[in-house]
């Protein structure tokens, strides 16, 4: 089947014409650009936004066929307005072809977040999404995704998996608003967003807290003279707690290094075994004795000789 540009193209030939092409505007992140292109033809002028220069290009060659067949020139279908397909959509699905690319650019709210609060505070089933189709050449894929919720689905195509799974989502979410709107009419996109933002934020949270330690690689020459006060710190806690228990002495020379000790105890045939771990460190500091207290007075040897200017040598 032939290209809207193809068929354009043919057309101006007859006519002793060419159509010129022009790509006018880029809007939008880098992987979710919008291109604007501009077709020329007979004296008239059509602008159309798609997510590539290529489907921008042919989505202005099918309006400027269009705007020809209105002022009366011979367009073949489906090109012109009485040739143009139509789709029949069954009450629980629906479909977004390629054209759903000429709609302009995604709207910036997230219709994936707001259709997942909308379940959760009415006690809907959750949404379940599905890659179903992935067509086109390398440089030009298209995916279809299919958002589905009981027995409602809905269809969309794009040319990322992201942008097909928000036009899905968007479709049943408007739906269900629509046919629930009676219900759901104190339900406020804006602080459902927000709600969906923090839980995304508290989820990033946890993320980065489970994350194991590591050494900072990006420290600066400046940023250096913040070890020289740790260090004295440290040492001014060694001094003052001379006097208290080798836990609480331990606690608080820790606590100046920004550090933090853990316990474990280890069963074993000769009896248990008391384990500290002194944690962020690289490497790992681990020492062990046969009961809480001899086991802290061991870190605080070991952070004594550690420490000092002229380690003592080692008992």
């Keep these: ?24 505007a880029q809007a939008g992140p880098q992987h979710q650009a919008m291109f604007e292109y501009r077709c020329k033809a007979n004296g008239v002028t059509v602008t159309a936004i798609a997510r590539s220069k290529k489907e921008a290009k042919q989505e202005a ?3 400027m066929l269009l705007q020809l067949d209105k002022c009366g020139l011979p367009v073949p279908p489906p090109f012109c307005h ?5 789709q029949t959509l069954g009450p629980s699905t629906s479909t977004s072809s390629d054209q759903a ?19 959760e505070e009415y006690h809907l089933p959750a949404v379940e999404y599905e890659l179903t189709a992935d067509t086109g050449p390398p440089h030009a894929r298209h995916f279809t995704i299919s958002a589905r919720m ?8 794009s040319t990322t998996k992201k942008a097909a799974r928000q036009l899905a989502a968007e479709q049943l979410y408007t739906y269900l ?29 946890e993320a980065r807290e489970d994350l194991a330690w590591r050494p900072n690689l990006g420290q600066k020459i400046a940023d250096y003279h913040l070890d020289s006060e740790k260090h004295a710190r440290a040492l001014e ?11 609480r002495a331990l606690a608080a020379v820790v606590g100046a290094l920004g550090l ?20 962020p460190t690289a490497p790992a500091v681990t020492l062990a004795a046969r009961d809480p207290s001899t086991a802290a007075a061991t870190a605080l040897r070991y952070l004594r000789r550690s420490l000092a200017a002229d380690p003592e040598p080692p008992l």
């Design 1 to 24: 089947m032939k290209t809207a540009v193809t068929v354009l193209q043919e057309m101006m030939i007859k006519m002793n014409k060419v159509p010129e092409y022009e790509c006018i």
């Design 61 to 63: 060659a099918r309006i």
């Design 82 to 86: 009485g040739g143009a397909p139509s």
């Design 101 to 119: 690319s000429s709609i302009g650019p995604l709207s910036s709210r997230s219709y994936v977040a707001l259709l997942n609060e909308l379940c």
């Design 150 to 157: 009981g027995m409602y689905e809905r269809h969309a195509t």
């Design 177 to 205: 608003k629509g046919n629930l709107s009676r219900v759901t009419k104190d339900f406020v996109e804006d602080d459902a967003l927000v709600r969906a933002h923090e839980k995304a934020m508290d989820r990033y949270v």
């Design 237 to 247: 806690a060694l001094e003052a707690c001379r006097e208290l228990e080798a836990e």
């Design 260 to 279: 933090s000790v853990e316990c474990y105890e280890l069963g074993g045939d000769r009896g248990p075994l008391s384990v500290l771990c002194l944690t």
